[in-house]
């Protein structure tokens, strides 16, 4: 290269990606305050988890991931889980992925191609959309109902008749918690069978809307659930996603992604969390009991709000959300707000944690908004 060379700019990339304004989240400066923006868990894994990681076999740092019997202990766990399962599973009818964000991406990246639509609610998790739109797919995301953000189930049944390559059915809805019953949701994935419905369980603990222990994957071939330890589990940081569907379906999606995409801490953790379902179920059942405070406090307090499924509430400030959302950073507490989204202008999206953690939530809110 000589001096006099002209800089010239990067090349483009494929037209849907030029136009693709990138999925960012606002993940800096998060650490040391109380985390209610995210939906994590927050008070972190199992113990065992952390001894997982803590005795990780220096071995198996240079060798690429080994995934054996990770499928099998999900499956376990699964079967054991309150609801259990109707129809046995085979390893081969689940998919491990680094994130459900990352099966979200291998879904729409196997499935969909130039042109196809998919289908969605509105408002709903923000990942679906992007990752519609770097496949160059039709987004058609179907309003919730008002008041209440009610399922549009009537608008999605004439919608599929029009053949959406893909149906994608957050239950219970981030960040609506608005949520549909198994049957429901099965009998919407029966009547579009040339649409894969993929159902994203991923804050299912919190509500028991399952379609796993009703659902026969070999006659609803079109059904793929994910799931993820990333939330009720604590693992968000280690990244560990499930798909669970008709083996079919499963080895398509896996076709498009890398052979060593989980790492092997992350399976380490998998393994520990698995096993120590306990802690999870105690997570859940006191996040249950926090939500369950916080709601009865907006409700003597006339704040508007409103609280359905899964660890996490809107609430609607009097003062400005992105007001309300700084204050409450200047006290260590983050929350999210939903500025720009539609029909939740003006809301605070506030996940819950513990019931400690809430009542510090409502002290520095009611302080500010009073
Ligand atoms: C509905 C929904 N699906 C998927 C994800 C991503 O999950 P994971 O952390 O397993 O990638 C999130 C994270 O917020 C979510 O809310």
Same mark, same amino acid.
């Given at each position: 290269?000589?001096?006099?060379?002209?800089?010239?700019? =990067?090349?483009?990339?494929?037209?849907?990606?030029?136009?693709?304004?990138?999925?960012?989240?606002?993940?800096?400066?998060?650490?040391? !305050?109380?985390?209610?923006?995210?939906?994590? @868990?927050?008070?972190?894994?199992?113990?065992?988890?952390?001894?997982? %990681?803590?005795?990780?076999?220096?071995?198996?740092?240079?060798?690429?991931?080994?995934?054996?019997?990770?499928?099998?202990? !999900? %499956?376990?766990?699964?079967?054991?889980?309150?609801?259990? !399962?109707?129809?046995?599973?085979?390893?081969?009818?689940?998919?491990?992925?680094?994130?459900?964000?990352? &099966? %979200?991406? +291998?879904?729409?990246?196997?499935?969909?191609?130039?042109?196809?639509?998919?289908?969605?609610?509105? =408002?709903?998790?923000?990942?679906?959309?992007?990752? +519609?739109?770097?496949?160059?797919?039709?987004?058609?995301?179907? =309003?919730?109902?008002?008041?209440? *953000?009610?399922?549009?189930?009537?608008?999605?049944?004439?919608?599929?008749?029009?053949?959406?390559?893909?149906?994608?059915?957050? @239950?219970?809805? @981030?960040?609506?918690?608005?949520?549909?019953?198994?049957?429901?949701?099965?009998?919407?994935?029966?009547?579009?069978?040339?649409?894969?419905?993929?159902?994203?369980?991923?804050?299912?603990?919190?509500?028991?809307?399952?379609?796993?222990?009703?659902?026969?994957?070999?006659?609803?071939?079109?059904?793929?659930?994910?799931?993820?330890?990333?939330?009720?589990?604590?693992?968000?940081?280690?990244?560990?996603? *499930?798909?669970?569907?008709?083996?079919?379906?499963?080895?398509?999606?896996?076709?498009?992604?890398?052979?060593?995409?989980?790492?092997?801490?992350?399976?380490?953790?998998? *393994?520990?969390? !698995?096993?120590?379902? &306990?802690?999870?179920?105690?997570?859940?059942?006191?996040?249950? #009991?926090?939500?369950?405070?916080?709601?009865?406090?907006?409700?003597?307090?006339?704040?508007? *709000?409103?609280?359905?499924?899964? @660890?996490?509430?809107?609430?609607?400030?009097?003062? =400005?959300?992105? +007001?309300?959302?700084? +204050?409450? #950073?200047?006290?260590? %507490?983050?929350?999210?707000?939903?500025?720009?989204?539609?029909?939740?202008?003006?809301?605070?999206?506030?996940?819950?944690?513990?019931?400690?953690?809430?009542?510090?939530?409502?002290?520095?809110?009611?302080?500010?908004?009073?």
């Amino acid at each position: 290269m000589t001096g006099s060379t002209p800089p010239f700019p =990067p090349p483009d990339s494929r037209p849907e990606v030029e136009r693709l304004k990138g999925y960012s989240a606002p993940l800096e400066g998060r650490r040391g !305050l109380l985390r209610l923006d995210f939906n994590e @868990n927050t008070l972190g894994p199992s113990p065992k988890v952390v001894e997982a %990681i803590r005795s990780f076999p220096e071995e198996l740092i240079a060798v690429y991931p080994e995934y054996d019997g990770l499928r099998e202990a !999900l %499956i376990a766990n699964l079967k054991a889980s309150k609801a259990s !399962l109707a129809h046995p599973l085979d390893p081969q009818q689940v998919g491990v992925f680094n994130g459900v964000d990352a &099966a %979200i991406h +291998a879904v729409i990246h196997a499935y969909g191609s130039p042109g196809d639509t998919l289908l969605t609610t509105s =408002p709903t998790f923000g990942y679906y959309a992007p990752c +519609a739109a770097m496949q160059g797919m039709a987004l058609e995301a179907i =309003p919730h109902g008002m008041p209440g *953000f009610v399922v549009p189930l009537d608008a999605l049944r004439t919608a599929l008749a029009r053949k959406p390559r893909i149906l994608m059915l957050c @239950n219970p809805n @981030n960040p609506t918690g608005a949520r549909l019953a198994a049957d429901q949701v099965l009998a919407l994935a029966a009547s579009a069978p040339d649409t894969l419905v993929v159902v994203d369980e991923l804050y299912e603990a919190f509500t028991g809307d399952s379609v796993l222990p009703v659902v026969d994957f070999q006659t609803q071939a079109n059904v793929l659930v994910l799931r993820s330890l990333a939330k009720t589990a604590g693992l968000a940081g280690l990244r560990l996603g *499930f798909a669970i569907g008709h083996p079919g379906v499963v080895d398509r999606v896996g076709r498009v992604t890398g052979p060593y995409d989980v790492n092997s801490l992350a399976v380490a953790a998998a *393994f520990a969390a !698995l096993e120590d379902q &306990a802690y999870t179920d105690h997570y859940v059942r006191e996040v249950l #009991r926090a939500r369950d405070w916080l709601v009865s406090v907006l409700t003597r307090s006339r704040v508007v *709000f409103h609280c359905d499924g899964g @660890n996490y509430l809107l609430v609607w400030p009097e003062r =400005p959300a992105d +007001a309300v959302e700084q +204050a409450l #950073r200047s006290q260590g %507490i983050l929350v999210r707000s939903m500025t720009g989204k539609p029909q939740l202008e003006g809301a605070l999206r506030v996940s819950i944690g513990t019931l400690e953690q809430m009542q510090r939530f409502w002290r520095a809110y009611s302080s500010i908004c009073a």
